[in-house]
């Protein structure tokens, strides 16, 4: 399955921007550059949501990042309207009854689930503070082969976990990992990152990126480099 995806399209540049203006104006900035962008949380409670119709017209995909996770029914309707947003992925979170729901709701549309195993600003101590009794290693891995049962197209993990996950798991389910920082980035909030060469030769198949590009004094050559870089890791 990796080996059909374009290498530009495999970079998805997060819309992590106050407003549509904002995502508006950085996308006209990427011009052709980026080919796939998400929507998360900040945007679209700003009246992000109708700019995956825009995208979508304009040849864009669009990831809906809601991390959705409700009792079955709420999440069932919610992904039954991301399907006719034009959304090519939305994500879940990890939980058995509502990885259940959205798989079911999806029918026979092209939307793609994501279930989130352990989000990347997350270590071993943060779970056990949570009161989760298992590591983040562990954790992953029985949310991932529950994700894989249940019929779920990928997971979004950490860079860190790509590489276990898919000997795990196979060829066939689809590896999205944020978290990636190019040399010299910094950190900023994630504790589990890796750059884009060692994500991809780990295994994922798709790198989100928000600040490295989005916060770049050239953004549109920020992309360009993570494209060039995940070029030559397949090569």
């Given at each position: 399955m990796t080996a059909t995806i374009n290498p530009r399209d495999r970079l998805i540049v997060a819309l992590d921007l106050p407003d549509?203006?904002?995502?508006?104006?950085?996308?006209?900035?990427?011009?052709?550059?980026?080919?796939?962008?998400?929507?998360?949380?900040?945007?679209?409670?700003?009246g992000g949501l109708p700019l995956a119709r825009a995208l979508k017209a304009a040849g864009?995909?669009?990831?809906?990042?809601?991390?959705?996770?409700?009792?079955?029914?709420?999440v069932g309707r919610g992904v039954e309207?991301?399907?006719?947003?034009?959304a090519t992925f939305v994500t879940v979170h990890a939980y058995p009854q509502t990885m259940k729901a959205a798989v079911e709701a999806r029918g026979q549309s092209k939307l793609k689930i994501l279930a989130v195993t352990v989000l990347t600003s997350y270590d071993d101590a943060d779970l056990q503070e949570a009161g989760y009794q298992l590591g983040v290693r562990d954790l992953v891995?029985?949310?991932?082969?529950?994700?894989?049962?249940?019929?779920?197209?990928?997971?979004?993990?950490?860079p860190e976990e790509a590489g276990h996950l898919r000997q795990l798991l196979g060829p066939d389910i689809l590896l999205v990992t944020p978290g990636i920082r190019p040399a010299g980035s910094s950190a900023d909030d994630q504790k589990r990152i890796m750059t884009p060469a060692r994500a991809i030769a780990a295994g994922a198949n798709y790198l989100v990126v928000g600040r490295p590009v989005i916060g770049a004094d050239d953004p549109k050559a920020a992309a360009e480099a993570i494209v060039e870089e995940i070029t030559a890791a397949l090569g």
């Open positions: 549509l203006r904002a995502a508006e104006a950085m996308v006209d900035r990427l011009d052709d550059t980026v080919s796939f962008y998400k929507i998360g949380y900040q945007l679209a409670y700003a864009k995909k669009v990831f809906v990042d809601l991390k959705l996770h409700d009792i079955g029914n709420t309207s991301l399907a006719e947003l034009g891995e029985r949310r991932a082969r529950q994700a894989q049962a249940f019929g779920i197209n990928g997971l979004v993990c950490s």
